[in-house]
């Protein structure tokens, strides 16, 4: 499962912790990006059944993350098929998560 931006859902700690319903995952993920993020996220936050599926969804995911809320309003599943693929919202987080882009352009080389 690939998010729009490109990640792979199933190897987010928020998705194993949800999927699996291991709090000590939760835990351990809460303390991982509270600490990356410099802002405190609490166990029980961390939930979410996967970025382009139907459930719930970790809040900034769902409500804050500009790549998604773009993506979903020009109707696609990933970044990928986007005329504006490259743009400068994407290019930002790529430039922090290459593993990302290197999804995204696999699936572009498909297309």
């Known amino acids: 499962m690939i998010a729009y931006c490109g990640l792979d859902c199933e190897k987010c700690g928020a998705f194993i912790a949800t999927a699996t319903n291991d709090d000590a995952l939760r835990a351990k993920t809460s303390a991982e990006w509270s600490k990356a993020f410099k802002v405190d996220i609490p166990p029980e936050a961390i939930n979410c059944t996967g970025c382009p599926s139907e459930g719930v969804k970790f809040h900034y995911c769902e409500n804050m993350c500009e790549i998604r809320k773009c993506a979903r309003g020009r109707n696609f599943?990933?970044?990928?098929?986007?005329?504006?693929?490259?743009?400068?919202?994407?290019?930002?987080?790529?430039?922090?998560?290459p593993e990302a882009k290197a999804a995204l352009d696999a699936m572009r080389q498909k297309l």
């Open 77 to 97: 599943t990933t970044c990928a098929p986007c005329p504006d693929y490259g743009c400068e919202k994407l290019k930002a987080f790529q430039d922090m998560a």
